[in-house]
């Protein structure tokens, strides 16, 4: 009885090692030359390690069967860190990868708007790790690229109106800015972003979500964006339950996307939901490749490379713009988290969302006290800038009071400014209010601010 069985085993090995050298035939046959190749020996649910002679970081490779895309995020002596682009399930010890010799790229073109793909750029109703077959008049564009210098880079000297009374009055944008939208959880992110995309006078919008509940992609896409909102927007989802190396390869991807469209004269409109999902990405992949973790922010240090990186290749370039703005997760309205605080001193600019603001049903709930745009005064005119300053101003008075009001102890006549502000609160609450679907246009907006403040 053993003579057959030990026959089986030797049967089954050498189908096994014929299989392997077609894999490395076939390898050769496409890179035209040795194909360089490894074995897996060591695997975790969010990295594999091999000894993968002469693999560089970054460096995209292929685990043979079963076949698995993963990238090097680590090179350690004679061994490498791969994070897979799935989950490695079926993955054995000794499975043999081979090194591609390429990074990690999207197809750019006309063609993806109105698409929506997935974290590494491919069509997400049809994601697969073979869709890579060339399309006529698309351009392939690496993911990370290195930002414009800063000497050739456009002045942020145009207004872009967004349709936002609260933002193009109080906190007006300018063409190639980099805000931060600051809120908790249930501020009204989403509806927000939604309504950018409405009303922003922008030839193309790139929406990245990021970590994003399933059941919210497709709300936020059917739902609260209307027809012509989804013609000229391109979507890239990668969902909370996708691994770390695409939640993060997806900011990757959208901001190449934007660029490409930059590159070719338009005025792009970058929504990224949100920065703190894509750092939590960065510290599994940064812990996957043993990278200590800071004693106060938890993140590893190659966020803190990664962060300004990504955000300096949004802005002016020499022909069109990337106007971005970045959610950031906040806990309780605390603007000093590391994360946060990081973010907030690299944009120029930052939209606090109020959870109060949200309960009280006043959306967007854009808390403009505690905001700012940096370039306001760069785009606008000084009547605007000086009567968003008064709006400000008589809402700082009505804040300083509000306990009193409520509780009956204010006393009128004492201070004329204040009673004036308390007389002006309810008209600049509806000025700051808005409906969802209703798209405010740039010269009514100034028109009803310059009324408020005289």
Request: net charge neutral; glycine share 8%.
């Amino acid at each position: 009885m053993r003579r057959p069985d030990a026959a089986r085993i030797a049967h089954g090995l050498r189908r096994t090692l014929d299989a392997r050298r077609e894999a490395c035939d076939e390898w050769r046959r496409m890179s035209g030359g040795e194909a360089r190749c490894g074995r897996i020996d060591k695997i975790t649910p969010n990295a594999m390690r091999a000894r993968l002679p002469g693999a560089a970081l970054g460096e995209q490779c292929r685990v043979v069967s079963p076949s698995l895309d993963a990238e090097v995020i680590a090179v350690e002596g004679r061994h490498v860190w791969l994070a897979p682009y799935a989950e490695p399930n079926g993955v054995a010890n000794g499975a043999l990868v081979q090194a591609l010799g390429t990074s990690s790229r999207v197809a750019v073109g006309d063609h993806l708007i109105g698409a929506v793909l997935d974290g590494l750029g491919r069509p997400l109703a049809s994601a697969t790790a073979a869709d890579e077959a060339p399309r006529s008049g698309v351009a392939w564009r690496s993911l990370d690229t290195a930002p414009p210098p800063a000497m050739t880079r456009a002045l942020v000297s145009t207004c872009l109106p967004i349709g936002i009374r609260a933002i193009d009055g109080m906190l007006t944008c300018g063409r190639g800015q980099r805000l931060g939208i600051f809120a908790a959880a249930g501020g009204g992110k989403s509806t927000l972003l939604a309504m950018m995309c409405q009303g922003a006078q922008a030839d193309v919008i790139v929406v990245a979500l990021i970590g994003e509940r399933g059941r919210e992609v497709r709300e936020f896409l059917e739902t609260a964006l209307t027809p012509e909102a989804r013609a000229r927007t391109v979507c890239v989802v990668a969902t909370s339950d996708r691994p770390a190396l695409e939640r993060m390869k997806a900011a990757y991807t959208a901001t190449a996307i934007a660029e490409a469209f930059r590159d070719d004269g338009k005025d792009v409109l970058l929504l990224m939901d949100s920065l703190t999902r894509f750092g939590r990405a960065v510290r599994d992949i940064g812990m996957a490749a043993g990278e200590p973790l800071g004693a106060t922010s938890g993140l590893p240090p190659s966020f803190y490379a990664r962060l300004p990186r990504l955000l300096e290749r949004a802005g002016t370039g020499v022909r069109g713009s990337i106007t971005a703005f970045y959610t950031v997760l906040v806990e309780g309205d605390n603007l000093d988290e590391p994360l946060a605080d990081e973010v907030r001193s690299i944009v120029d600019g930052h939209i606090v969302l109020s959870r109060r603001l949200a309960q009280e049903n006043h959306y967007p709930a854009i808390d403009v006290a505690r905001s700012l745009s940096r370039v306001m005064a760069a785009v606008t005119d000084a009547p605007h800038v000086d009567a968003a300053a008064r709006v400000r101003r008589a809402m700082a008075l009505a804040a300083q009071v509000e306990l009193l009001v409520r509780v009956g102890e204010y006393q009128p006549g004492n201070d004329p400014e204040t009673d004036d502000a308390l007389a002006r609160a309810p008209d600049i609450r509806a000025f700051l209010c808005q409906a969802q679907h209703d798209v405010a246009p740039f010269d009514d907006t100034r028109a009803w601010l310059e009324h408020l403040a005289n």
